[in-house]
Nanobody, 124 residues
Framework: HLVESGGGLVQAGDSLRLSCATS????????YGWFRQPPGKEREFVAS?????????SYSNSVKGRFIVSRDNDKNTAYLQMNSLKPEDTAVYYC??????????????????WGQGTQVTVSV
């Protein structure tokens, strides 16, 4: 069970941090991913991180250098720090968890567990 939080309405250039709290059985989670679905568009990969290797991260080109993915295994929580937000970052953001891991995992179909999503709106 994944629950995202931290979304909201911000202005361009602002920052937000999304959280993804996991509950229930967490021993079968090997990594986390963040995806987003902009209005009228398909879901797209944003970032991912391995549960047992904090340096195993991957980012889409559109967010590289602005967003930072992290996780706290003691809290069973993943985070997405979003800096220098742009209007084109407006989307519903989803957290996902994978029951296996390969370096740089980014295919949405590889993530077995999904949160309900949180809206991020960036105004000009």
């Amino acid at each position: 069970h994944l629950v995202e939080s931290g979304g909201g309405l911000v202005q361009a250039g602002d920052s937000l941090r999304l959280s993804c709290a996991t509950s229930g059985r967490t021993s079968n989670i090997y990594g986390y991913g963040w995806f987003r679905q902009p209005p009228g568009k398909e879901r797209e990969f944003v970032a991912s991180i391995a549960k047992y290797a904090s340096t195993d991260t991957s980012y889409s080109n559109s967010v590289k250098g602005r967003f930072i993915v992290s996780r706290d295994n003691d809290k069973n929580t993943a985070y997405l720090q979003m800096n220098s937000l742009k209007p084109e970052d407006t989307a519903v953001y989803y957290c996902a968890a994978a029951a296996f891991w390969t370096a740089g995992l980014s295919d949405g179909d590889s993530f077995a567990y999904w949160g309900q999503g949180t809206q991020v709106t960036v105004s000009v």
